[in-house]
């Protein structure tokens, strides 16, 4: 690993003079030494402060900040500085560290180390095999993890992860801890951040005791106060104060609540209005009680807005079957026939102009007096679920890959006026609609759920901040939006989720599915070979053996599944057997010797078929599965005896034995919520049983004796995301289990005693893994994949990290 003094030596610092950035640069420099000091803990100042002082001092740069000291962080907010601090110098180490740190702020220094590094190699090194590094490419001392061989594209707007999907977003400004992300969920609380840092600020309040439909703020009153009012699914509206988080008042209501917002009215009195269950538009002037003051017929889901008309008057806009627009006594002012229902409903830039996004995704402008406007963008089918308002700098341009522009302030360069940002699907669709221009920010791995434009401040331009329901707010920079709306960086198309490992003698393999084609990549050399290219997409991949021969499996989008043979890669692919659906789980085995060659399918018709290789006959077409499996296990036993397993949306493992009778099998009810995962360990050590490892929504594993099928130990628990990958294996005589999350972080565990010995980061979704161990050694290759890419990593099992 390189250390500050080798980075200095390529530009110059600005640690001369007497000015402000000066003295910052030169206390970074003195704390980088620090924080370096063979042996030594960087002490708790330099942790906390060093990233703060070298953005002042203009020298946020992988010399000021290195990496040894990185992993010590815990002043958080590195991913902000970098978006809005010039660079001093190379920012290799600090980008790849922005990439993960939003989720390892509780994770000891081992596994913060092996994040760092293998994030690190992906973005300096993206594709290259270790043995074409450099030597600063080395793993750190304290990384029990080296990387090997990296290809895929970091996520580098992640900025910060949540324990619930966030249901709606608001800043909110702090009179004295400055401004704030308020983050309502779909568990009731609202968590504040800090909007600079994304650190907790305070507890989460224990707002509503189910999913918050609703979250407003107050525009501050004459003292300078602000209000929240929030409204959910639990019947209830609630006030608070924004800057104590003090319970205020409550209004509560035999049915639910879809929207509410807070203002003052023309004499200052704070008044809250509310849409229920029932499109009851309901009126709050706390103390006094709550009447209703219009009604609606019911919609599924109603949607409210505060603007002032072109006359200065306040009104409030109520969409239902119809948008209707009310002063704030309840007198309707105007109504307007809707082309379709709206789910949400924003203040536009300017008196009189509002915008909806609708059930049918579709995005339209509205005047208050004149109805709807020309303007508007089609949907593709799934529905809005928020909208935001932003208006950005007139310095971002297209091509822009510098200087962010900001959020609430000026116009937009090329969209001619502000960009409305809509949530709907796992998209941000942006607008500019003086331009038409329509164009989608994509990163979220599930539904987006929520927006808020970050404001504009002295030191940190502003920003789009989007939350879905992958449990992730994304940041994203007035110069991302710039570039989308003008077409540029569109991302490279990225191996799909197919992904299988062979270690042949020449080196590991790995078999990634794209579209319609399958790559070998051999990870020592780098080289690529086109393995297979058909006309219907690949829809799963394996290897497998089949006597002395190897072959790679493709099971396409028709249920013909085709092998190709390596050892002889100039025949082409050729179908080995039809399984007549589409089939998207595939799963092989084979005895020592050879003599048995299984292949376990699972078809999109619930259907788990066994097939054997050698005949490419059908053995067995079990169909007791009444729901999709997602998830399949094979692997025999020294002896040669094989366990097959089955598992999906039913939550209900089926153990299948060959021999028995069709439809016959154990099953295992795991309560684990839609099963994802499953691996087998047919050999464990540490005196297990031979045991299946199952996970899936509700983000443990547990692992399940495969004589008795009762589990064995505790659940191992510590995930935050459903976990949609797994791995077990045996080095050394102790037992090990891998599993892979959909928010990219991986845990290793000790099978027997059920501890996690290291967390590694790697800010995509996962959804394979494979873990190998090298024969006679404490060593273990582990490979990872996601729709991002691939990567191949090895374990050193006697680290001491790894060892306790």
């Known amino acids: 690993m390189t250390g500050p003094e080798d980075v200095a030596r390529g530009h110059a610092l600005e640690d001369d003079g007497d000015t402000e950035a000066a003295v910052h ?4 420099a003195r704390l980088a030494a620090l924080s370096t000091e063979p042996g030594s803990v960087p002490p708790p100042y330099a942790r906390r402060h060093l990233a703060r002082h070298a953005a002042l001092g203009h020298v946020l740069d992988d010399a000021r900040v290195p990496p040894q000291a990185l992993a010590w962080d815990t002043g958080g907010g590195i991913r902000a500085l970098l978006h809005h601090t010039p660079a001093g110098g190379p920012r290799q180490w600090l980008t790849a560290w922005s990439a993960i740190e939003p989720y390892l702020r509780e994770a000891p220094l081992p596994s913060r180390m092996a994040s760092l590094h293998l994030a ?126 003090a319970a205020l008042g409550c209004h509560t209501d035999s049915t639910w609540f879809d929207a509410a917002l807070c ?66 006594d309840g007198t309707v002012r105007a109504t307007h026939p809707l082309p379709t229902h709206a789910r949400t409903v924003t203040a536009g830039e300017r008196p009189g102009l509002f915008y909806c ?65 809509a949530a709907r699907g796992r998209t941000v669709t942006l607008w500019a609609p003086a331009t038409a221009t329509v164009a989608e920010l994509r990163g979220h791995t599930d539904t987006v759920t929520a927006l808020t434009a970050l404001p504009q401040s002295p030191d940190r331009p502003g920003a789009l901040l989007s939350g879905a329901a992958d449990a992730t707010l994304r940041l994203w920079t007035a110069a991302d939006v710039g570039r989308a709306l003008t077409g540029g960086d569109a991302p490279a198309p990225r191996p799909g989720a197919g992904t299988a490992l062979w270690h042949s003698d020449s080196g590991p393999l790995l078999a990634t599915a794209h579209d319609t084609t399958v790559r070998l990549t051999a990870t020592r050399t780098g080289a690529t070979t086109l393995a297979f290219s058909g006309t219907e997409p690949v829809l799963a991949v394996a290897w497998a053996r089949r006597a002395t021969q190897r072959l790679l499996l493709c099971a396409d989008a028709t249920g013909t599944v085709h092998g190709w043979d390596p050892a002889a890669p100039e025949l082409d692919p050729r179908p080995l057997l039809d399984c007549t659906v589409p089939t998207r789980t595939v799963a092989a085995c084979a005895s020592r010797d050879g003599a048995l060659s299984l292949l376990l399918t699972a078809s999109e018709d619930c259907h788990v078929r066994l097939w054997d290789l050698h005949t490419t006959t059908l053995l067995r077409d079990w169909t007791s599965h009444t729901m999709s499996v997602k998830a399949l296990a094979a692997a025999c036993t020294p002896e040669g005896r094989p366990w097959l397993a089955s598992g999906g949306t039913e939550g209900v493992v089926h ?150």
């Open 263 to 328: 203002c003052h009215d023309d004499e200052g009195r704070l008044t809250v209005r509310a849409v229920n269950g029932r499109s009851e538009l309901t009126g709050w002037a706390p103390p006094a009680g709550a009447s209703v003051l219009a009604t609606a017929p019911p919609v599924l889901r109603g949607a409210l807005a505060t603007l002032v008309d072109t006359d200065g008057e306040r009104v409030v806009v109520h969409a239902a079957d119809e948008l209707t627009v009310h002063l704030l």
């Open 655 to 804: 153990l299948w034995d060959p021999a028995r009778a069709a439809d016959s099998a154990d099953r295992i009810r795991c309560d684990q919520g839609i099963l994802h995962a499953l691996a087998l360990n047919t050999a464990p050590g540490d005196g297990l049983p031979p045991f299946l490892a199952t996970a899936g929504d509700q983000a443990d594993i547990r692992l399940w004796d495969l004589a008795t099928t009762r589990p064995i130990g505790p659940r191992l628990t510590g995930h935050h995301a459903p976990v949609h990958a797994l791995a077990t294996f045996t080095a050394e005589h102790r037992t090990y289990v891998v599993s892979a999350a959909r928010d990219g972080i991986v845990r290793l565990w000790d099978a027997a005693t059920a501890r996690c010995l290291l967390t590694v980061a790697t800010a995509t979704p996962l959804t394979w893994l494979d873990a190998t161990p090298h024969p006679g050694t404490a060593t273990a290759d582990l490979a990872l994949a996601g729709p991002a890419g691939a990567a191949l990593t090895s374990l050193d099992l006697a680290h001491p990290a790894l060892a306790g």
């Open 25 to 28: 640069a030169r206390i970074a």
């Open 120 to 245: 690190h190699t992906a973005l300096t090194w993206p594709a290259t095999p270790r043995t074409r590094m450099p030597p600063e490419a080395a793993p750190p001392a304290d990384s029990p993890l080296t990387a090997h061989f990296a290809d895929w594209r970091l996520a580098a707007n992640v900025w910060a992860t949540l324990p619930a999907t966030p249901t709606r977003l608001l800043t909110l400004a702090h009179p004295q801890r400055g401004p704030q992300v308020a983050v309502a969920t779909a568990t009731g609380t609202v968590e504040f951040l800090d909007a600079a840092t994304a650190h907790p600020v305070g507890a989460p309040l224990a707002a509503h005791t189910g999913e918050i439909r609703a979250l407003h703020v107050s525009p501050p009153d004459a003292a300078r106060r602000q209000y929240l009012v929030s409204a959910g699914t639990d019947g209830t509206v609630r006030l608070w104060d924004a800057h104590r988080h």
């Open 357 to 421: 996004g609708h059930a049918d995704g579709s995005l339209t402008a509205w005047s208050v007096n004149a109805g709807r406007l020309p303007a508007a963008a089609p949907g593709h089918g799934e529905p809005v679920t928020d909208l935001c308002l932003l208006t950005l700098a007139d310095e971002v341009t297209a091509g822009t890959g510098g200087t962010a522009g900001t959020a609430g302030t000026g116009g937009t360069a090329g969209t001619g006026g502000p960009v409305l940002a």
